[in-house]
């Protein structure tokens, strides 16, 4: 199976723009989805594909993807921001397919 | 809005079996595809772990393949995990979550989590 890498930790400035990226081969036939997780609490989807914000997400939050690359992108980030993100997507390179996650990245707000 | 609720023993002996269950409230258990477990260990990132169709079919982590085993019980409305040969790198919160379907593998329901350690 493939894997999904992602950059331990990033920060951003209260109000600013950040960008987690996420590389894998996976991406390049399945769309990313991204998580958010706050300490002690279940992942969150944020959004997944290029365009699919689940209902009740802000509209800060946005996504891109090219071949085996996809992002994340917070605009304005806020303090509530704060969090470890995930990315994740299908994977049939094996006999089955299966799901993969990144390793995660942790957004600090500054 | 599906609601998930993990339960089962939080506690496992080394080289025991984990088993877990995962009740679903707020739709019909074969009213969706898939429904999976996914781990994290204490400061870790996210695993999965594997997942079962409404009819039985299942998809494992091949990392956990010969240990894991999930099941359904549909008159019941839940699904199960059973984990093997259990030794303190099992050690980790276990989320039960449902596969949103519609032609997007996304997880758009989780359980609140369940903290099992291993241990004697």
């Known amino acids: 199976s493939s894997e999904l890498t992602q950059d331990p930790a990033v920060s951003v400035a209260l109000g600013q723009t950040v960008r987690i990226t996420c590389q894998g081969d996976?991406?390049?036939?399945?769309?990313a989805a991204w998580y958010q997780q706050k300490p002690g609490q279940a992942p969150v989807v944020v959004f997944y594909?290029?365009?699919n914000r689940p209902s009740g997400i802000p509209d800060r939050f946005s996504a891109s993807s090219s071949g085996t690359r996809a992002s994340l992108t917070i605009t304005g980030a806020q303090a509530e921001d704060e969090a470890d993100y995930y990315c994740n997507s299908r994977d049939s390179s094996g006999d089955h397919p299966l799901y993969v996650f990144g390793p995660g990245t942790k957004v600090s707000v500054l | 809005q599906v609601q998930l609720q993990e339960s089962g023993p939080r506690l496992v002996k080394p080289s025991g079996t984990l088993s877990l269950n995962c009740a679903v409230s707020g739709a019909s258990i074969s009213s969706r595809n898939w429904w999976s477990w996914v781990r994290q260990p204490p400061g870790k990132g996210l695993e999965w772990i594997g997942e079962?169709?409404?009819?039985?079919?299942?998809n494992y982590n091949p990392s956990l393949e010969s240990r894991v085993a999930i099941s359904i019980d549909k008159p019941n409305n839940y699904f199960s995990l059973k984990l093997t040969s259990m030794t303190a790198a099992d050690t980790a919160v276990y989320f039960c979550?449902?596969?949103?379907?519609?032609?997007?593998?996304?997880?758009?329901?989780w359980g609140q989590g369940a903290l099992v350690i291993v241990s004697s």
């Open positions: 979550a449902s596969e949103a379907g519609g032609g997007w593998d996304i997880f758009d329901s």
């Open positions: 594909g290029e365009s």
């Open positions: 996976s991406l390049r036939s399945y769309p």
């Open positions: 079962i169709y409404h009819t039985g079919s299942t």
